[in-house]
């Protein structure tokens, strides 16, 4: 189970955090029972897909970091 998700993080899965957030809300057997389990499944996709798509995004920063480095050195050894 999550914790309390912040939506300004996860903005491209904030309606799905809100209708977990109000179906856990309507009544506490709907969690016990497993009737919000497709709606938590959804969310657990998207926040993966999030997940995935930054740390491709980081990847690709780190890579252009790495190669200024790499120039950067070569001119040290000169």
Do not use: P
């Not at 996860?10 to 977990?20: F, N, R």
């Not at 309507?26 to 999030?50: H, T, V």
């Not at 997940?51 to 690709?60: A, I, S, T, Y």
């Amino acid at each position: 189970m999550h914790s309390k998700l912040d939506l300004h993080k996860h903005i491209t899965c904030e309606d799905l955090i809100v209708q977990l957030d109000q179906c856990h809300q309507e009544s506490i057997l709907n969690r016990y029972l497993g009737r919000c389990n497709k709606l938590k499944l959804a969310m657990n996709d998207c926040l993966q897909a999030e997940f995935d798509h930054n740390r491709k995004l980081h990847f690709e920063k780190a890579k252009e970091k790495r190669k200024k480095l790499e120039k950067a050195w070569e001119g040290m050894d000169e």
